[in-house]
Nanobody
Framework: QVQLVESGGGLVQAGGSLRLSCAAS????????MAWFRQAPGKERELVGGIGRTGRNTYYAEAVKGRFTITRDNVKNTMYLQMNSLKPEDTAVYSC????????????????WGQGTQVTVSS
């Protein structure tokens, strides 16, 4: 079993930055591909981006490419999402999870989920 806990959400103004964390309660964190997803009100959950087991490789949705950066620290068992140049359209609940495969975009293929953290970007 893997428990995931997101933190770092909050209210920011457009153009601002925020850093989210996803802490994993597992001794085998480095075995998992990790990813961030988000869900805005009235919309389906969508991929933000993912990161490979070593942290060398990442992939992102086009909507966030160039603005968001995913990293991980396998010693601290934590994944991060650095969010820059935030837009009101980024407002959503952000969740971390463990995809079945590197590069997947379907949230139905995620095995474990965190509870999510709210990010609100004001104009």
């Amino acid at each position: 079993q893997v428990q995931l806990v997101e933190s770092g959400g909050g209210l920011v103004q457009a153009g601002g930055s925020l850093r989210l964390s996803c802490a994993a309660s597992t001794r085998t964190f480095s075995r998992y591909v990790m990813a961030w997803f988000r869900q805005a009100p009235g919309k389906e959950r969508e991929l933000v981006g993912g990161i490979g087991r070593t942290g060398r490789n990442t992939y992102y949705a086009e909507a966030v490419k160039g603005r968001f950066t995913i990293t991980r620290d396998n010693v601290k068992n934590t994944m991060y999402l650095q969010m820059n140049s935030l837009k009101p359209e980024d407002t959503a609940v952000y969740s971390c999870g463990t995809p079945a495969l590197y590069g997947l975009t379907d949230p139905n293929e995620v095995d474990y989920w965190g509870q999510g953290t709210q990010v609100t970007v004001s104009s």
